[in-house]
């Protein structure tokens, strides 16, 4: 039996920088990791996919070129060998500065292998045992494959950046966040895609007139999508994939040469034999745990997308940083602290922060409004990137509620409206404030002073 201070299973946005901050405390550190380090976010995630969406702006660019003035010989071309290897160069950058940090802390151990319970506090780990009294589990979470897709060739988010070579035809499985930027990019790259969606509305958790605008952008680039389908169901047929289903009561066939699934995320939490704890699960097999990422084992805790209360990489660190206050810093953060913040990187990008406006009207708040289209904001024309809108939400206290900034700019400017709502801030702070000429920021205000 190897004994440490502490056990980290995973090393992702939580476990990584956990065990720099536990090493630092003077805790001895077993970091466990079955694959490569450095988490989904490094790489098959965050990094390898921007580094994509950069490359499918610069065609972007390309083949609108003339627009601005701009005369470009030759066709543009996507050369999908040279994106991957740029791509893999990147997250070989993070995955091996993290592999240094661990290999230069003498407090920290970097064990390579699958980590399973045998009881609360022990592990294996390639036949070997390890305990400690403070156990993290950052496993993660991965692509959902239902059963009727599994005998057929599909890719999921991390298989599909291993391409070296341009679908023909992408057919995507689900019009959510991964499937629409993946949409996007293989189609700026040169593939035709269609995205295929249940739902009358992708992106069900956005406002209608939000999801509306983004399908309009994504059709722009020539993505096509059949939504409100039903019975949908895929197989192999000589050399492509055929997807059968059924729409208006009609039955209907699409044929491609790649599939993408990218219908839902799983939490990795099966991988773990939980069964041998006490550790509690909901249905879904997400971790319960407390305000401080516990669960209802003492010192056993939950990190990240296994924990189920944020997905993202900026809740994952947070998740972190809320279970090191827990242990060294008088408990000041908590869960329950943080503002729903996220992105949808297709381009233009759209920057949520808080609610919707369906959500605040379901909830019965009395909602005041500021809204401008992107067609309005001078900055927006001259950049010739007119798409999308900005919209604030202020309840009837004066506090702003949510925002959602689609258009040029938008996943970073809706961190300056987050801002405001951390701080408790009322609306008119950023109303009167003083704003940077030529920006896309200085008609926020301006809207503000027409709230409806």
Request: some cysteine.
């Amino acid at each position: 039996m190897k004994k440490f201070d502490a056990l980290i299973i995973g090393s992702g946005q939580a476990g990584t920088p956990l065990a720099f901050r536990l090493a630092a405390e003077g805790m001895t550190v077993a970091i466990i990791e079955k694959g490569t380090v450095g988490g989904t976010c490094v790489n098959t995630g965050c990094t390898p996919t921007k580094a994509y969406v950069a490359s499918a702006r610069r065609m972007w660019d390309a083949q609108h070129s003339e627009e601005f003035g701009v005369i470009l010989k030759g066709e543009a071309q996507a050369d999908l060998k040279k994106i991957k290897a740029r791509k893999d160069q990147i997250v070989a950058g993070s995955v091996n500065g993290i592999s240094k940090g661990f290999a230069d802390d003498p407090k920290i151990t970097l064990v390579k292998g699958q980590a399973v319970f045998v009881s609360d506090y022990v592990l294996r780990v390639n036949e070997e045992e390890y305990t400690a009294s403070k156990i993290f589990i950052n496993t993660g979470a991965r692509a959902l494959v239902p059963e009727e897709y599994k005998n057929v060739s599909y890719l999921t988010n991390e298989s599909i950046l291993e391409l070296t070579e341009l679908p023909e035809h992408l057919l995507i499985i689900g019009g959510s966040y991964i499937g629409l930027e993946f949409g996007q990019l293989f189609r700026r790259f040169g593939s035709k895609v269609t995205i295929i969606e249940r739902s009358n509305q992708i992106i069900n958790r956005e406002d209608e007139d939000t999801s509306n605008a983004i399908r309009e952008i994504l059709e722009g680039d020539g993505v096509k999508f059949l939504t409100n389908v039903q019975n949908i169901a895929a197989k192999d047929k000589a050399g492509k994939i055929e997807i059968s289903y059924e729409k208006d009561q009609k039955d209907h066939i699409v044929s491609g040469t790649h599939l993408l699934l990218a219908i839902g995320r799983l939490p990795n939490t099966d991988q773990l034999n939980l069964e041998a704890t006490n550790i509690e699960r909901d249905k879904r097999n997400y971790m319960l745990v407390n305000d401080y990422c516990e669960t209802n084992v003492k010192g056993v805790f939950a990190l990240g997308d296994c924990n189920g209360k944020g997905a993202f990489t900026h809740t994952s660190y947070n998740d972190f940083e809320v279970a090191a206050s827990f242990l060294f810093d008088q408990k000041k953060r908590k869960i329950s602290d943080r503002i729903l913040t996220y992105g949808l990187f297709i381009d233009p990008p759209l920057g949520r922060v808080g609610m919707t406006k369906k959500e605040a009207m379901e909830k019965g708040l009395k909602v005041r409004e500021a809204y401008l289209e992107m067609s309005k904001i001078g900055r927006a024309v001259e950049k010739g990137e007119t798409q999308g809108f900005l919209r604030i939400l202020v309840d009837d206290k004066d506090q702003v509620i949510g925002a959602s900034v689609l258009g040029v700019g938008g996943d970073e400017i809706v961190s300056g409206i987050l801002n405001l709502m951390v701080s408790g801030t009322s609306y008119t702070a950023l109303r009167d404030t003083v704003v940077l000429h030529p920006t896309v920021s200085e008609l926020i205000p301006t809207a503000l002073g027409k709230l409806k």
